[in-house]
């Protein structure tokens, strides 16, 4: 029995993980969301077209290690989040727990606040998800 | 109740059920996380239903949320979207710091009166609502006739 305990549990945040970057796909505009690692893999993605999962992983980790490290030159301390505003939408990145990124990719009719204001209020409760995903 | 009061009520009963849902502590994390997906899902979607209600009524040129000043929510037919943002932030700071000045309590809404145009920010939990018309609009009485 203690050896199945766990194993539910990993599965049943794994599932949250995934619930969490469908919500995220339910916001208007939103293309791909995706939970990024400390390497720059895609572990968890939701996206509703064919989309290169190792060039976002990798591109989100340069960006934000940029951001961060700029950041710190001017005396900003810690990166919460990364807004890259672009020709045809934004990407955005926030960091989550453990060098895991959480990674939003949008069109332009994508209303920045929504997103903005989803992904804020999504991360205090990734961060727990991730810390009990991380330990058992 | 006036319509726009029972709305702006209701939005606040979602807004603070929200609020709630983010202090619940529970061993189950994946409960709490799902409850308080469904509880923000459920006001937001209450606001962009208001805003579009209010888009639509006579006399109202546009109707927006913002978060942090980002727009949030938008009716059909908006004008100077990020400059109502703008206006927004800094409407309510100076305002915020005059209500702390004077002893007004939380900030509930600005109305801001030009020569032509009017709009009125109202606070809603953590979002504020904007609301533009021509000058010689009566907003009050615009609002609680949305048909």
Redesign the interface.
């Known amino acids: 029995m203690s050896n199945i305990h766990p194993l539910d549990t990993r599965k049943?945040?794994s599932?949250?993980i995934d619930?969490?970057l469908r919500?995220l796909m339910?916001i208007q505009g939103v293309s791909a969301a995706a939970i990024v690692d400390n390497d720059g893999f895609v572990t968890h993605i939701q996206r509703d077209s064919e989309i290169n999962t190792d060039a976002i992983g990798a591109s989100v980790q340069v960006v934000f290690g940029a951001a961060a490290r700029a950041a710190q030159h001017v005396g900003h301390h810690a990166t919460n989040m990364v807004i890259c505003e672009n020709a045809e939408g934004f990407i955005l990145s926030t960091p989550v727990e453990a060098g895991f990124m959480l990674a939003l990719v949008t069109q332009r009719d994508a209303?920045?606040?929504?997103v903005?204001?989803?992904l804020k209020?999504?991360i205090?409760?990734l961060k727990?998800?991730f810390s009990?995903y991380l330990t058992h | 109740m006036p319509w726009f009061q029972a709305q702006m009520a209701e939005l606040q009963r979602l807004a603070e059920e929200y609020a709630l849902s983010?202090q619940q502590t529970a061993s189950n994390?994946?409960n709490?996380?799902?409850k308080?997906?469904l509880k923000?899902?459920e006001f937001?979607d209450a606001v962009q239903v208001l805003v579009d209600k209010i888009g639509k009524i006579k006399g109202i040129s546009a109707c927006a949320a913002?978060?942090?000043?980002?727009?949030?929510?938008?009716s059909a037919h908006p004008a100077a979207i990020d400059a109502f943002?703008a206006t927004l932030q800094e409407s309510a700071r100076a305002a915020q710091q005059g209500a702390a000045l004077l002893g007004l309590g939380e900030l509930e809404q600005i109305v801001i009166v030009g020569a032509k145009n009017k709009v009125a920010m109202l606070s809603i939990g953590?979002l504020m609502l904007c609301i533009s018309s021509p000058k010689q609009i009566n907003l009050a009485l615009a609002l609680n006739r949305p048909h």
């Open positions: 049943s945040q599932g949250e619930a969490i919500n339910g209303l920045l606040g929504r903005r204001f989803e209020e999504t205090p409760v727990k998800l009990h | 983010q994390i994946v709490v996380s799902e308080m997906r923000r899902a937001i913002y978060h942090d000043g980002l727009i949030l929510a938008q943002g953590p």
